[in-house]
């Protein structure tokens, strides 16, 4: 048994962008050199929240158009009287932080159609970093 | 320490089915001769989610309810320029597609009236697997 | 490789309420003497959740606002023909029992704004038990 960790560089603008981390989970879990396990993908910060989703651009845009129509940028929260990113709070501690994802045999169980992503809710485009955990034997 | 995986098959009607996977999940830890450790119960593919919930069916039914209601089927999205489960993609990305629960003493730390559930929120009936991964000492 | 499980006792008025678990999970991974691993934090019991979130006052009563104006306590549950608290179920189940997060040389890979929290959507003030379990290296 053992772990490796990995710190992910993710380049986002925000505002409900989706990104892709499949291929870098899938690299560290091959560098990792554990044959069956799990990958923790966890994003540090609040606005911010990780998932599974079948990555196509449709339904990128649908996934943030949900999330922006339950719980609206223009909506009225009291985390505004200090900042401008209630929403993105909300929406972030709902999705959630983090997914986990066993592999075997070096190989992530995702499905065909299911990739790792990123969705960044906050106003602005920033430097993200991610962390790859990979636990096993 | 130790990992078992195990592959679940699970038969589902879709459109937000609840099906209860407790049992499978409790049967796994059990062969796989690990005191301590958690089990992951991970669904490959994009229109299904796994979650905790008494699985009773006024909860299996209000759960489904819900979903639909805030991410209604008939709703305007992207996806379905190229497929018809739109909904089903947003609503799955939701409730993400894993669980993991710990156990102690060969016993998983569920509470008396909680469950793990799948959800398939696809529109249309099929064999799942489902993976069920135990990492534990 | 090892495994640490350390049960938290926390109490809680219910109703949406957000409580700070940050410092009781620190703690338990501190004492774990453990380098590298995850923690994951669970919640027994199907009325409550457990995310991240900044916690300060603003986003809690966001958060709590945003799902009972998503999931209203005084909607149609089936689950209400045997008990008072569907809308916390449905509340429950969407939030997700679980949060795993990975840590480094003994210290939880947080966001500086981002903590831990527990959401209990049910209708009554209870001690609740939480799990937390830390495994790594």
Redesign the interface.
Known sequence: ???A?VRLQVSTRGNGAVIDLTQQVDEAVKKAQLR???A?V?V???TAGV????F????A???ST??RR??PPDGD??????DDN?HA??Q???????????F?DHTL???T???I?LVDFDTRARQREV?C?I???
């Not at 929260?77 to 200090?82: D, S, T």
């Open positions: 048994m053992g772990v960790t069956d396990g799990i923790i966890f540090p910060g609040s998932t599974t989703a079948e196509e651009p449709g339904v845009r649908d996934l949900a999330l339950l719980i929260y009291w985390h505004n009287r200090i209630g709070h909300v972030a501690a709902l999705l959630g932080p983090s997914v986990t994802v066993p075997s169980g995702l499905g159609w299911q990739q992503v962390i955990q636990i096993g034997e």
